[in-house]
């Protein structure tokens, strides 16, 4: 039975690592490539992600903060977007990152103002404020930021990879529709002509109608004046309907 039970144990723990494993990467591959997007620098978004959540989008914190992230989720309203969607935590999260780095110009109090809100940093003359958790967080992530930068995750190297490849420009794409566009615009235009030429064509090769009928319709006037007979008129506009 104890064998049995630690049997079970080891296949469901082989059975759980890789899928966490690979979703570890998955989520690290979505924050790296966001961030080159974004103008930041991916390792300190990886050293962000890392201290928040441990790379876990489930996490939740006592003070509501959720995702990977850890996005207070009026935060992310206030941004346009949904905290509980990974793609929207990570863009969030980055978002507000670089938006302290901007109000702050430093990465430490920026760090800072993302874990204790940029009022506190304000309130003590711009800098960290003395709360040993903020103390603890800044100090953290930007160990594992050296790190980083020391030895770059595999998904730094691949977002990096990817977004050096050159993408076909914008006025290209555009050139291409545009001359599609003109060609079946012409194709639309060329056809109804051609069909109407071909009309013509039929039309011009159709017998012209005998003129005999209008001579008839002169003799039939003629009758009519000086016969006055009603019956040879009858007769020729029996013939002309014909």
Avoid at 126 to 131: A, E, F, K, L
Avoid at 189 to 216: F, S
Avoid at 219 to 233: D, H, R, Y
Wanted: glycine share 4%; proline share 6%.
């Amino acid at each position: 039975m104890r064998k049995l039970l630690l049997f079970t144990m080891v296949l469901v723990t082989l059975c759980f690592v890789p899928a966490q494993a690979t979703d570890v990467n998955t989520v690290k591959a979505k924050i790296a490539k966001h961030a080159i997007e974004m103008g930041v620098d991916p390792a300190m978004a990886l050293s962000i992600a890392r201290t928040e959540s441990g790379f876990n989008h489930k996490a939740r914190s006592n003070h509501g903060a959720v995702g990977v992230f850890q996005l207070m989720p009026s935060t992310a309203r206030r941004m346009g977007l949904n905290p509980y969607s990974l793609t929207d935590n990570i863009k969030g999260g980055i978002k507000y990152y670089k938006a302290m780095y901007k109000m702050f110009g430093s990465v430490e109090l920026a760090l800072a103002a993302y874990n204790a809100g940029p009022g506190n940093v304000k309130r003590y003359n711009n800098s960290i404020p003395p709360y040993a958790e903020t103390k603890r967080f800044v100090s953290k992530i930007m160990k594992d930021y050296k790190n980083y930068k020391v030895n770059p995750d595999p998904a730094i190297k691949a977002a990096k990879v990817a977004a050096s490849k050159p993408q076909p420009a914008a006025s290209t794409t555009k050139a291409n529709e545009a001359k599609a566009a003109e060609v079946n615009t012409t194709q639309a235009k060329v056809t109804p002509v051609t069909e109407a030429k071909v009309v013509a064509v039929q039309v011009k090769t159709q017998p012209a109608p005998e003129l005999i009928h209008a001579k008839e319709v002169k003799a039939a006037q003629k009758v009519e004046v000086v016969n006055e007979t009603p019956v040879e008129l009858e007769l020729e506009a029996t013939s002309l309907a014909i």
